[in-house]
Nanobody, 123 residues
Framework: DVQLVESGGGLAQPGGSLRLSCTISGKTHLGCMAWFRQAPGKEREGVAFIYTRRDTTDYADSVKGRFTISRDNAKRTLYLQMNSLKPEDTAMYYC??????????????????WGQGTQVTVS
């Protein structure tokens, strides 16, 4: 099985930065990894995706140019660098993964493995 553990959330000021980390243990090959977020009263949305075969990335329009998804294979860690934070970025952020390499940019229902979430508050 796969275990995902996020860290790095917290409080930031508008315009500030945070870096989220997600450590991965268990199954060795994952085709897609992503960061999702869920604000109170809203649906969970995918904000950043990475195809692990070539480290190709994709982003939601709301974060493009501000957030960067990356991974360190040796450390088995996924990152989300968040710059120029806005109050509307406030949400619980989740690391997600799946084995399939097809269409990484997809809904939460297509991801099998999830972390417990880490809170990001921009205020």
């Amino acid at each position: 099985d796969v275990q995902l553990v996020e860290s790095g959330g917290g409080l930031a000021q508008p315009g500030g930065s945070l870096r989220l980390s997600c450590t991965i243990s268990g199954k060795t090959h994952l085709g897609c990894m992503a960061w999702f977020r869920q604000a109170p009263g809203k649906e969970r949305e995918g904000v950043a995706f990475i195809y692990t075969r070539r480290d190709t990335t994709d982003y939601a329009d709301s974060v493009k140019g501000r957030f960067t998804i990356s991974r360190d294979n040796a450390k088995r860690t996924l990152y989300l660098q968040m710059n120029s934070l806005k109050p509307e970025d406030t949400a619980m952020y989740y690391c997600a993964a799946r084995i399939s390499e097809m269409s990484c940019r997809s809904d939460e229902k297509d991801y099998n493995y999830w972390g417990q979430g880490t809170q990001v508050t921009v205020s």
